[in-house]
Nanobody, 111 residues
Framework: QVQLVESGGGLVQPGGSLRLSCTASGFTLSSYSMSWYRQAPGKERELVASISGGGITNYANSVKGRFTISRINAKMVSLQMNSLQPEDTAVYYC??????WGQGTQVTVSS
């Protein structure tokens, strides 16, 4: 019943863009801080971006100026990713702070 589902991943060329979406079931997103994480093979999961209930955003230094986290509505949070580079390749996960994860969506940046 309480669930997060990511979508929007795929294959893009360097310099391209993707928009990821995280859709909530069983609760209202606006009641929680929400975050996007990513994990590349052989690496630890890292925080990419977060947004508080009041709309305050934070970004990893590696994505500042390129990625934007937004609340689309009461049930959806997005991650707009521009100027993608191969080092952005990872599985991207949506998280409800601090207790609920989505299943992840694969982003691959390659020529």
């Amino acid at each position: 019943q309480v669930q997060l589902v990511e979508s929007g991943g795929g294959l893009v060329q360097p310099g391209g863009s993707l928009r990821l979406s995280c859709t909530a079931s069983g609760f209202t997103l606006s009641s929680y801080s929400m975050s996007w994480y990513r994990q590349a093979p052989g690496k630890e999961r890292e925080l990419v971006a977060s947004i508080s209930g009041g709309g305050i955003t934070n970004y990893a230094n590696s994505v500042k100026g390129r990625f934007t986290i937004s609340r689309i509505n009461a049930k959806m949070v997005s991650l707009q990713m521009n100027s993608l580079q191969p080092e952005d390749t990872a599985v991207y996960y949506c998280r409800r702070n601090v207790d609920l994860w989505g299943q992840g969506t694969q982003v691959t940046v390659s020529s």
